[in-house]
């Protein structure tokens, strides 16, 4: 059974940076497509960004674009959420979430996904 754990979450100023890391156990991370979800206080879950099971294709959602950036490394079995920018509203809880594919596709729905991770806060001061 595949588990993921987020870490990296905490509390930044505007314009700083985190990076979120998800650690894969029970199979390797690039057997399927990743995704990173967030969930802002009082909201519901939305999709931040998503990477294909073979890597070679990054989707994002476009408050994100240009400031967050999905990385893997293989040897750790780990992904990354690599944060710059960061503004007020991207205070949330992160997830991040796994969908078993052997393709070069990206996935914005939840509900594609079958594995999910707990989560970290991400506050952003202003």
């Known amino acids: 059974q595949v588990q993921l754990a987020e870490s990296g979450g905490g509390l930044v100023q505007t314009g700083g940076s985190l990076r979120l890391s998800c650690a894969v156990s029970?199979?390797?991370?690039?057997?399927?497509?990743m995704g990173w979800f967030r969930q802002p206080p009082g909201k519901e879950r939305e999709f931040v960004g998503a990477?294909?099971?073979?890597?070679?294709?990054?989707l994002y959602t476009d408050s994100v674009k240009g400031r967050f950036t999905i990385s893997g490394d293989n040897a750790k079995n780990t992904l990354y959420l690599q944060m710059n920018s960061l503004k007020p509203e991207d205070t949330a809880v992160y997830f991040c979430?796994?969908?078993?594919?052997?393709?070069?596709?990206?996935?914005?729905?939840?509900?594609?996904?079958?594995?999910w991770g707990q989560g970290t806060q991400v506050t952003v001061s202003s």
């Open positions: 979430a796994a969908h078993i594919g052997y393709s070069d596709s990206v996935y914005t729905k939840e509900s594609l996904y079958e594995h």
């Open positions: 029970g199979r390797p991370f690039n057997d399927y497509a």
């Open positions: 990477v294909s099971q073979d890597g070679g294709s990054t």
